[in-house]
């Protein structure tokens, strides 16, 4: 056995949970849009809870890599969750843009469900 090797621990951040309740609120929701409205709502509806879900995954992601940082250069790890707080913003709001303006989707479907996929984060691990 060699004594350099330090098992790796993945840090729980709950994200898989986040990701479930969120996909089903958005399901939920697409599926009204879809009933009660026209197809392009509810592709802008499934659009915007992407967008929420995508959110997660990269603060998951993030949160792994600031971890990892811990172990290695202490104190390194709040400039990953700043930049990650960034981009994260930006992504948001250049995906938003694609999606209304590119994609010509509706906007209001869109931001309906994104602030309703918001509720996933209550739903996180004990």
Same mark, same amino acid.
């Given at each position: 056995m060699d004594n350099d090797i330090v098992p790796q621990h993945t840090l729980d951040t709950g994200a898989s949970r986040i990701l479930s309740?969120?996909?089903?609120? $958005?399901?939920?929701? *697409?599926?009204i849009f879809y009933a009660?409205? /026209?197809?392009?709502? *509810?592709? !802008?509806?499934?659009?915007g809870g992407c967008i929420a879900m995508f959110n997660v995954w990269m /603060?998951?992601?993030? @949160?792994? /890599? !600031? *971890?990892q940082i811990t172990q290695v250069a202490p104190g390194k790890e709040i400039a990953v969750l700043y930049i990650a707080a960034v981009q994260r913003f930006v992504f948001t709001i250049v995906f938003f843009m694609l999606g209304m303006w590119w994609l010509q989707l509706p906007p209001l479907p869109i @931001? $309906? /469900?994104? *602030?309703?996929?918001?509720i996933g984060y209550f739903f996180k691990p004990r």
């Open positions: 309740v969120q996909a089903v609120i $958005i399901s939920v929701i *697409a599926w009660y409205g /026209t197809e392009s709502d *509810a592709q !802008a509806a499934f659009y /603060t998951h992601r993030r @949160l792994q /890599t !600031a *971890a @931001l $309906i /469900t994104f *602030a309703a996929a918001q």
